[in-house]
């Protein structure tokens, strides 16, 4: 899978600073929520439950996974009435690894 991502688009989804936060609780899921339903896929979480740790709206929330969807830093699937979002490791070093090239160029 080649993996496209645009450098800039990450960095405006990680400027703010809830979203930051939803990025890293994600990265380690297990450390940050409790387990999920065993209907969950591996290293989903509910976003009932990323709502209630932010503290935040429902339609706050949806912009800000919106975001960080729209970025690759995060998928969702749905299972049922249910949707969980899991941290995407491939595009995050993917950003990282594109980053450290640009400012070596400079």
């Known amino acids: 899978m080649a993996l496209i991502m645009d450098i800039n ?31 969950a896929p591996p290293g989903g ?13 429902q339609p706050t929330i949806s912009l800000y996974l919106s975001t960080l969807s729209r970025a690759g830093l995060v ?16 595009v995050a070093e993917a950003f990282l690894s594109g980053l450290g090239e640009r400012l070596s160029r400079r």
């Open 9 to 39: 688009t990450v960095l405006s989804a990680l400027a703010n600073p809830v979203r930051l936060d939803i990025v890293c609780w994600l990265k380690e899921p297990e450390r940050h929520f409790q387990p999920q339903k065993e209907m």
């Open 45 to 57: 979480i509910c976003v009932s439950h990323i709502r209630e740790k932010t503290g935040l709206s």
């Open 75 to 90: 998928s969702s699937q749905r299972v049922g009435q249910w949707t969980y979002y899991r941290y995407e490791h491939d």
